[in-house]
């Protein structure tokens, strides 16, 4: 089989906008997944007992999906992706008929948070307002820049005072936040539930602000037509116009680890070969169970130090992953170069 520049491994929404940008880029790339469909969790099925009715089984609703930049910059409108944000947003309902409702309207949501308890309608304006600033001055540009180590980046937020109002609420943990702030059991069980949408461990503490910026956010919920499978269709037609192949039903079984180099993958049926790097997007347990030829970097690892075999797969799995990266991710995790940068 031909070689490519990059071959990605799963063929989930992640990777189909990388691979769609590396095609853009001119890049020529294999994705290559194991199910008979893209898309990973942008999966929408037909009730057969209800025909016409879509039924999402994972990603039933995305977050500010046409605010992404990758949204615009793929055109995936003019692929077919269309979205609908409902007004009444979220709501979490309660045993005796009422519910906790979050609008698009932020005055609607103070009134609903309002009818469970006045204070907490209060707070929730108040850290609305103080975080509108923190979000759009300093959280929004990080999400969109190179992450920069930690102790660069403390040291940038303490020189201003939001900065420093940052790092004090990130020291908290999401559960240490909502009960320092709200009173009624109804509003922290919402917060909570709203947050940990984001696949946030809510007991870990440096996450405290993202209930802060969950309330400062302009965005919402948002429903694709069609069902989240449109959204995976869209990526696909922007990946096949910027050249990006996809070998679906195919499984990965060993990533091919050559002089400390990710060079190829082998499925049950051939080696394909990748002359820069080599991505997975898929989660460590599923990369853990590929074959990374363990008994040669397993001694690679060992004579630098002894390590088990936990530590060198995840070692090696975490070379493979950042292979393709900026070279300030690869500095910020101690992975060595692989190739030029792509950007």
Avoid at 121 to 129: F, G, M, S
Avoid at 170 to 194: C, D, I, M, N, R
């Amino acid at each position: 089989m031909a070689a490519y520049d990059g071959i990605i491994i799963g063929a989930g929404h992640n990777s189909l906008v990388l691979q769609a940008y590396l095609g853009k880029a001119g890049l020529k790339t294999l994705c290559i997944e194991r199910r008979h469909v893209a898309g990973g969790g942008l999966s929408t099925v037909e009730d057969p007992r209800h025909p016409g009715f879509l039924h999402n089984t994972h990603a039933f609703f995305q977050r500010a999906i046409t605010a992404m930049p990758w949204y615009a910059d793929l055109e995936l409108e003019r692929h077919g992706a269309r979205y609908i944000e409902p007004e009444l947003n979220v709501a979490l309902l309660t045993r005796d008929g009422g519910a906790l409702e979050w609008w698009t309207d932020i005055d609607r949501t103070v009134a609903s948070f309002g009818e469970f308890s006045r204070r907490d309608a209060d707070t929730l304006r108040r850290w609305q307002h103080e975080f509108v600033p923190i979000l759009y001055d300093i959280l929004i540009p990080e999400s969109r820049s190179i992450p920069v180590p930690p102790e660069e980046r403390r040291v940038a937020l303490e020189k201003s005072a939001a900065g420093r109002r940052l790092l004090e609420v990130s020291a908290l943990s999401p559960l240490e936040f909502v009960h320092q702030e709200f009173e009624h059991p109804t509003v922290k069980a919402g917060l909570l539930f709203f947050n940990g949408l984001r696949e946030v461990d809510l007991r870990v503490k440096g996450f405290g602000h993202h209930i802060a910026a969950l309330l400062a956010s302009p965005a919402k919920a948002q429903m694709s037509r069609g069902g989240s499978v449109a959204l995976a269709r869209a990526l696909e037609a922007a990946v096949r116009e910027s050249g990006g192949e996809t070998l679906l039903m195919t499984e990965p079984t060993r990533i091919v680890v050559e002089n400390g180099r990710a060079v190829g993958v082998e499925t049950e049926g051939a080696l394909i070969r990748a002359r820069h790097f080599v991505v997975s997007s898929s989660t460590p347990r599923r990369r853990s169970s590929i074959c990374l030829t363990r008994h040669s970097c397993r001694a690679r690892c060992a004579s630098r130090s002894n390590a088990s075999s936990t530590t060198c797969s995840r070692r090696c799995l975490r070379c493979i992953s950042i292979c393709a990266s900026r070279p300030a991710m690869r500095r910020a995790h101690n992975v060595p170069s692989l190739r030029a940068p792509l950007w």
